[in-house]
Structure formats: C-alpha cells, structure tokens
C-alpha cells in the first residue's frame, strides 16, 4: 500500500467520527521504484493530498524527510524528489491501519489493506 | 460456514453465491457454505425492495464464499480469458463466430458502451476520481485510469485479486494511478462524494442487500459524478404482478441453489431505489440480446482441450458447475434472466 492510497482510506466502522486518517502500524516496508518521477502528476497531487497524514504515515514508516507543511509557493526539485519518494514509492508490506477513535487494526498483508467490517461494527 | 440447512430448505432459501455466473468453466459449487445466505430480498410489491436478514453471520459467511471463490478461480479465469470478468458486448444477432481475441474485444466494447450509454464519454475530462466496486483483477480500472488519465480505486472481497490487480497496475506502470483493496461494497471505506464515476460492472449479483449497495455506491458518488451498474437482473414484473410466475422462480432457484445466488432483482428495482435517492438522468436499458453470444462461447472455451483439463484441475464443483450453464442460456432464452444496465447522476 503506497501513501497515495493511505491518504484516500477511512475507517468506515458505524459511529466513528474520526475516520481519517488511519494510522499506520507499518512491519514490513519496501520500497517500490515503480513509478516514474513526474512533476505535473505531482503538482496535481499536491492539491489533493491531506499533508499531515502524508506526513505521520511516511514518519511511521520510517521517512522522515518530508517538511511539516507543504511549500507555499513553487516547490523545489528536492522538494518534489521527497514528495515522489514518499507519496509512491514508500509501500507497506505488511502492517496495519489503526483506526484513530477506536483503536481498530484493518491489516495489511502483501501490500493489500483489508477493510472488511466485523459483523458488530456496521 | 459450519451450520448446514436441511435439504428442504434448499428450495425455499436462496443461497449465497459462491460462483460466477459470468464464467460458467469455474463455476465452483461449494458444499462448505450451505451455511446459507438468510439475507432475502423480497418483492413484496411491484417496485418496492424488502429486506430480511435472518442472521448477520450468514452474511460473513457469504463474503467468505464469494472470497474463496475468487482466490480459487480468478487465476484460471485470467488464463483462459484475460484480465476482463465480465462480458462481451456484441451486436445483436451476429452470426460470425468470434475468436477469443474477438471476444477479448467485445469484453473491452463493453466498457466503452456502458461510458457511452451514461453518457460519461462526452465529460471525460471531469472524471477525476473512479471507484470500481467489484473489482476484479482490475481489468476495467485499468483500462478507465488509461482512457481519462483518472485515478481509479478498486475494491473486492478477494485478497488474491486486490493483489493480482496491483502487480498488473504495476506491470503496466500505472501504479500511480491505480489501487486495489479488500473491503466491502456494502461498507466503503472512503469519504461520502469522493468519485466522480462509480463503477459497477457484473459485480451486484453478489449483494445480498441491493438497498444497502445502491445507497453506498450513491454516498462515494461527488455531486455531479456519474454512477454506472451493469448486472444480472431478472425480468421487470408487469403490472399487477406481484412475483415472477412459479415456473420462473423455479428456474432461477435451481440456478441459485446451484450457483449460490442471493435472490435476484430486477432492473427496475434498481431504477427504483435509485429514484428514491434523488438520483438525476436516471437510465436503463435490456442488452441480453447484446450478451447473448458470451455463455455459449465460454462453453466452447471450456470444452477445449485447455478449458477441460483446468476443469478437471479445478474438480468437481467446477465441472458441476459448468454443467448447470445450460440453465443459464435456458434463462434467457425464456426472457427471465436479463442482462442490464442501469446509469444515472448524482445531483449538484
């Protein structure tokens, strides 16, 4: 699971309020070279991305290279090189997503976040 | 899974799915789950959709199975049919027996019709954000994050798929653009208006709640975005029916106690809910005769020296599975079963 997709995931259990963003438990991360750097995609990312949980998922999964805030103005090239490297090529193995209010681990295995609800929590 | 029914109650209860009906040479008939799905949709007027639920375990217990059948089956499926599980879209009446890569082609006409036909290809530069419910091995997210350049999520119930989905999004470099999870139709977990286009193709044959699905798919749904269901219904109820007639039911029954289906619906049933939620351009149209060429060309695939020995491979409830195809093209020759799609739009 790469951040890019961390930064859409909510804990959809009934009655939480505080669904997002989940935190991440990380056990296994890899890094994945997979995707090419690309400023446009990135500058189009950087609208769209809620920073902080950028910033606390890359921390928890060991990189803490990234600034607290996002640049106000144009962004550097080292700037875009970090936001690349934690945006998509940071991957969590295996571990879990912790949701914020009630403490519930939606695992992670191979890569693939399972979100499936028990039966008392929809 | 345990919990088995008395033979009686085979009939009256429809079970949960644990095949697919679209790819009749994997069809697996599983003994395991007859833990039944007690989760029933009934018509219980022309147009209105109840619900009961006799016991929520059941309901885990038919995520499992849809789970499992497709951890079993979606590598066997891929290898004989590719990255699409879903059908062809053929012109009506076309004599001309197709090769598999017509058939391929035909998977691919499909999606391009379905966008036609909601009217998505004209405002392709507003589709941003796509959610594929249903996913499979995501051949149809990959194929839309391609078309518009949009990011695309995919859910399944089936770890081996989400899996095989990403190692082919990253095999075509479009991890960037595309991602697949395990999580439920019925409990996405994103935020409420997140996508402009949400998919939905050949995958709500599978819920056991069509209220419950209608109104998640609508929530993930952005203001203005598009929403597009295509699925397995059964025939529109006439005016002053109340059920389909008892020879049809029993039709659909042996195919549900065979394929493990939850009840079905029709699609205007779905055109119902969706008018109850306030849906906009709601659309819906009969493409059986559209599909028609599909079932009797995976037959042909399967009995095929490859097709045969995978069934083999698979066992037995495969091979009863794909003996009960027949039942399918039975369907709708007889007009019961109906292949649709229904669209429409979320309002501003």
Not at chain 2, 3 to 13: M, Q
Not at chain 2, 146 to 173: H, M, W, Y
Request: aromatic content about 8%; some cysteine.
């Amino acid at each position: 699971m790469r951040l890019i997709v961390h930064n859409m995931l909510t804990c959809n259990i009934k009655g939480v309020v505080n669904k997002f963003p989940l935190r991440i438990e990380a056990e296994k991360v890899v890094i994945k070279k997979e995707v090419d750097f690309n400023t446009d995609f990135l500058r189009h990312m950087l609208a769209k991305i809620e920073w902080k949980a950028l910033v606390d998922g890359a921390r928890s999964m060991g990189y803490t290279e990234l600034p607290d805030h996002a640049p106000e103005a144009e962004e550097s090239y080292s700037f875009l090189k970090k936001f690349h490297h934690a945006l998509l090529e940071l991957h969590l193995e295996e571990g879990s997503l912790v949701c914020q209010e009630t403490g519930r681990k939606f695992p992670v295995e191979k890569g693939v976040p399972n979100m499936l609800l028990h039966e008392d929590e929809v | 899974m345990k919990a088995t029914l008395a033979p009686s109650s085979l009939i009256s209860l429809p079970r949960h799915k644990v095949s697919s009906l679209r790819s009749p040479s994997l069809l697996i008939q599983s003994q395991r789950p007859s833990s039944a799905l007690m989760t029933t949709m009934k018509t219980a007027s022309r147009g209105s959709v109840a619900v009961t639920a006799a016991a929520t375990s059941s309901v885990e217990a038919l995520r499992e199975g849809i789970a499992e059948f497709y951890n079993e089956t979606s590598g066997l499926w891929e290898e004989i049919w590719g990255d699409h599980m879903h059908h062809g879209f053929y012109d009506p009446d076309s004599s001309v027996q197709l090769s598999d890569s017509g058939h391929r082609e035909a998977q691919i006409r499909m999606i391009e019709e379905s966008l036609r036909f909601a009217g998505v290809t004209e405002e392709e530069k507003k589709i941003k954000r796509v959610v594929d419910v249903g996913c499979g091995i995501g051949g149809s997210s990959r194929y839309i994050a391609s078309k518009f350049g949009a990011e695309c999520v995919g859910i399944t119930l089936s770890p081996v798929q989400a899996k095989r989905a990403n190692d082919l999004a990253a095999a075509q470099s479009l991890s960037h653009k595309v991602s697949f999870q395990v999580a439920d139709a019925l409990e996405q977990p994103f935020e409420d208006g997140m996508f402009d286009l949400v998919w939905s193709m050949e995958s709500g044959e599978h819920m056991p709640d069509k209220a419950k699905f209608v109104k998640e798919l609508v929530r993930v749904a952005a203001p203005g975005g598009r929403i597009i269901i295509v699925t397995w219904c059964h025939r529109n109820l006439s005016q002053g029916e109340e059920a389909l007639q008892p020879w049809e039911q029993n039709l659909l029954d042996r195919i549900c106690k065979t394929f493990y289906l939850p009840a079905w619906c029709s699609t205007s049933d779905y055109v119902n809910l969706l008018q109850s939620l306030s849906l906009q351009d709601i659309k819906c149209a009969d493409w059986s005769e559209n599909v028609a060429p599909f079932w009797p060309a995976v037959i042909r695939t399967a009995l095929t020296w490859k097709g045969l020995v995978s069934l083999l491979r698979s066992g037995m409830k495969s091979i009863k599975g794909a003996l009960t195809m027949p039942l399918m093209i039975e369907g709708y020759k007889k007009g019961i079963i109906k292949f649709g799609i229904i669209t429409c739009q979320k309002p501003l």
